[in-house]
């Protein structure tokens, strides 16, 4: 006999995207637009300040990941941005403690964002590995932002150790590795609890709702 907690096969997706039985269309139209609107905002703010190089902070840049897996009704990209934007969002909230200057609408993307991409991963699921993804788009972005950024703006920490950190690293390119290696780690706890999440709503949730049907892969 069947224990009732088993998913139906067709619908789950190895590549992390979903059938129609995810995001709703003007659910999925909805969070992009919310996305698209949040990042604007904010980086309408940076470009007033003659900051345009913020536009590439991974915390912002995951927002649109988000919205992006919204409107594509593909798992893995909303995955990435949830992981960014808690990570990063740390980061900023210690950046605020050394000083630097808080920007409301930096609400927008640090809380607006993780709160879109809750949403999306609740009803998309959360495909397994996403993880090293999200590591390894990281860093593809810290490339993009030495070569697009001056380098005394550090986005990203593509160019200088963390001040708060620097008598522990002798060097940046050793600094480097430690942080990616150490946003991988983060990136898989969150991966791991939002799995165990997703599980447990899976199996308390009511036969049929979006919940039960998520993508865990």
């Known amino acids: 006999m069947s224990s009732g907690r088993r998913?139906?096969?067709?619908?789950?997706?190895s590549s992390g995207r979903r059938?129609?039985?995810?995001?709703?269309?003007?659910?999925?139209?909805?969070?992009?637009?919310?996305?698209?609107?949040?990042?604007?905002?904010?980086?309408?703010?940076?470009?007033?300040?003659?900051?345009?190089?913020?536009?590439?902070?991974?915390c912002h840049v995951a927002t649109?990941?988000?919205g992006a897996g919204a409107l594509l009704d593909a798992a893995r990209p909303a995955c990435i941005g949830l992981?960014?934007?808690?990570v990063g969002s740390g980061m900023w909230?210690?950046?605020?403690?050394?000083?630097?200057?808080?920007?409301?609408?930096?609400?927008?993307?640090?809380?607006?964002?993780?709160?879109?991409?809750v949403f999306t991963v609740r009803r998309l699921g959360w495909p397994r590995g996403s993880f090293l993804w999200a590591g390894l788009w990281v860093a593809l972005?810290?490339?993009?932002?030495?070569?697009?950024?001056?380098?005394?703006?550090?986005?990203?920490?593509a160019f200088a150790i963390f001040p708060g950190v620097r008598r522990f690293f002798?060097?940046?390119?050793?600094?480097?590795?430690?942080?990616?290696?150490?946003?991988?780690?983060?990136?898989?706890?969150?991966?791991?609890l939002a799995r165990r999440l997703l599980?447990?709503?899976?199996?308390a949730g009511p036969k049929g709702s979006p919940g039960s049907e998520a993508v865990l892969s």
């Open 7 to 13: 998913m139906n096969p067709g619908l789950r997706i």
């Open 19 to 58: 059938m129609s039985s995810g995001l709703g269309g003007p659910a999925r139209s909805g969070v992009a637009l919310l996305a698209l609107v949040f990042y604007g905002a904010h980086a309408s703010t940076y470009l007033y300040r003659g900051e345009p190089q913020g536009l590439l902070w991974a």
């Open 64 to 66: 649109l990941l988000i």
């Open 83 to 86: 992981c960014w934007v808690i």
């Open 93 to 117: 909230i210690v950046d605020l403690l050394f000083g630097d200057s808080f920007m409301p609408t930096s609400l927008l993307t640090h809380v607006g964002g993780f709160f879109l991409g």
């Open 141 to 157: 972005l810290q490339v993009v932002t030495r070569f697009l950024t001056p380098p005394a703006t550090n986005i990203n920490l």
């Open 170 to 192: 002798p060097s940046f390119p050793i600094y480097a590795v430690c942080n990616l290696l150490f946003g991988v780690s983060l990136f898989y706890l969150i991966e791991r």
């Open 199 to 203: 599980r447990q709503r899976r199996y």
